[in-house]
């Protein structure tokens, strides 16, 4: 007796609009259909009246009977009014389809300005990610890496762990660019020193877990963890060797060349500098004399 009551079906504006031009649709079909009875109907009676009851006999108008002219009245307006239901009222007509498609172009909008406004809300995410924090980190980059090395023209530079020249002018470029910064090496360059050279940090790179190092001295595993060390430096360098100087490659921003003029018989080399990489911006030559005994020169070259 109290039942709950059922809850009516909810139709929305759109679904009503549909139901209703589709109940006027079937009107509009059958008003045709039965004008098109009507007419089969109606014509046979016609014919029936003129021909059977002689109903208008006389009446000949350009010498053809009277209800030919009739019929063919009425079956254009039949034809008027098939076109007007088929062609002229579609289904939803052009008002409709225009409202819709009106409807259409406002929730597109609606769609892309909420669409724009999850990207505002996914913008910090986005900002966490690798890609822009490598980006963000090249931006503000403000360490420059550099190689620093002294090679023959036959890229030798050095055999049995140690260099085979002795250039007064080239250790003393060593020393003045170096001091005061880290200097990133391998363990063969670093035993190759009779001790730690002064001023400077010193980066071990060594595989060995249990090699030991002077105290002041930084021994890491990678070169990755080598450039960590030295991320607060505004110009590291790479001082060797062969292996380090390759790897390094890579991740430098300047090459301090000391090109010695000879070929050298060696077991240590230096990478081949591509020119399509390393852009030459300095080259200064110097003759040989009776503290250098190989002619040189001084070459920086700067990554493109």
Known sequence: MFGKKKDKPQIDKEQLELIQNAQ????QKKRLYTHFVI???GSVLLIAA????GIGKEIRPFDQDWFVFVVILWLVLLVYHFINVFVFNKFMGKDWEQNQLDKLVAEQKIRIEKIKSELKKEAPHIAESEVYNEELKAKTKHSELTIIAAAGENDAIGKDNQLVWNLAD????FKELTSGHHIIMGRKTFESFPKPLPNRTHVVISRQDDYQVPEGVI????????LDIAENDSQPFIIGGGEIYELSMEYADKIELTRVHADFEADTFFPKIDKTVWKEIENT???KDSEHAYEFSFITYIKK
């Not at 006027?24 to 009107?27: E, M, N, S, V």
């Open 219 to 226: 021994k890491v595993n990678s070169l990755e963890a080598a």
């Open 50 to 53: 003129n021909i059977g009851l």
């Open 39 to 41: 007419f089969l109907i």
């Open 170 to 173: 080239d250790m003393k470029r």
């Open 285 to 287: 030559f110097h003759k």
């Open 24 to 27: 006027r649709r079937i009107k």
